[in-house]
C-alpha cells in the first residue's frame, strides 16, 4: 500500500537527521520509563518481543499485510505502557525496514503503531478484567488497529499524489485492510494467553503498576 509514497526521497542528510532523531526518540521513551520505574525489570521481554516483531514481519512479508507488529505492540501496551510503546515503535519499524524498505514512509509507519500501543495502554483496564486477559475485546481491538494503522500510513501518498485521490486509495487498499485484520484476530486468538503468562512470569509487572505513567494522572 505504500508504493505511491516510495516515490518520495531524501538527501543522504535528511535522512540521516530524521534516523537520528527516530533513534533519539526510542532511547528518550525508555530512559524516561526506567526512571520511573527502577524496580521493574521487563528489559528481557520487551527485547525478545522486539526481536520476534522484527522477524516476524521479514518472514511473513510475503504475505500481503500480515505481520505480527501490530498485535505485539498491543501486548507492549497493555503490560508495559506508554512509553515503551514508543520505544517499541521506533525500534521495530526501523530495524525491519532496514530488510525491507526504509524511507519517509517509516515515520507514518512508527507513528500509527505507537499510536497503537498508546490506545491499547489507555483502554488496558478493558483488556484486564480480574487479572485475566479478555481475549475477545482484544481480538476486536486488534481488528481495528489494522485499519487504524493502515489508514494513517495511507497519509504518506499526500507527499506525492493530490487529496482528491487519498479516498480512492483506501477503497483500494481495503482487501490488504481486511488482510492486515484478519491476521491480527488469529494471532490474538492464538497466542495473546500464552503471552500474557510468559509476560507476568519472566518481569515483575503487576496489574496495578503496568502502565504508571497512565495511573499517575
Known amino acids: 500500500m505504500l508504493f505511491d509514497a516510495h516515490a518520495v526521497t531524501l538527501s543522504p542528510t535528511e535522512q540521516f537527521l530524521l534516523d537520528a532523531f527516530i533513534v533519539s526518540v526510542a532511547i528518550a521513551s525508555l530512559i524516561f520509563t526506567d526512571n520511573k520505574n527502577k ?3 521487563p528489559g528481557l521481554i520487551f527485547v525478545i518481543l522486539a526481536v520476534l516483531a522484527v522477524s516476524g514481519r521479514i518472514l511473513l512479508d510475503p504475505i500481503p499485510n500480515v ?9 507492549v501496551g497493555i503490560y508495559f505502557g506508554i512509553s515503551y ?3 517499541f515503535a521506533a525500534i521495530v519499524t526501523m530495524s525491519s525496514n532496514v530488510m525491507l524498505e526504509h524511507g519517509l514512509w517509516t515515520n507514518y ?3 500509527a503503531w505507537a499510536l497503537v500501543g498508546v490506545l491499547a495502554a489507555l483502554l488496558r483496564s478493558q483488556f484486564i478484567q480480574d487479572e485475566k486477559l479478555n481475549v475477545a475485546k482484544l481480538a476486536v481491538f486488534a481488528g481495528f488497529s489494522a485499519f ?30 481486511l488482510l492486515h485484520a484478519a491476521g491480527n484476530i488469529v494471532l490474538v486468538t492464538w497466542f495473546a494467553n500464552p503471552l500474557s503468562q510468559l509476560i507476568t512470569r519472566r518481569t515483575s509487572l503487576t496489574s496495578q503498576e503496568a502502565v504508571p505513567e497512565v495511573a499517575s494522572n
Open 148 to 177: 487504524f494503522f493502515d489508514w494513517i500510513v495511507s497519509l504518506s501518498i499526500l507527499h506525492t499524489v493530490d487529496t482528491s485521490f487519498f479516498l480512492i486509495y483506501l477503497l483500494n487498499g481495503l482487501p490488504f485492510d
Open 85 to 87: 510503546s514508543i520505544a
Open 39 to 41: 524496580s521493574r525489570h
Open 67 to 75: 505481520q505480527p507488529v501490530t498485535f505485539l505492540i498491543i501486548m
Open 109 to 111: 509507519q512508527i507513528i
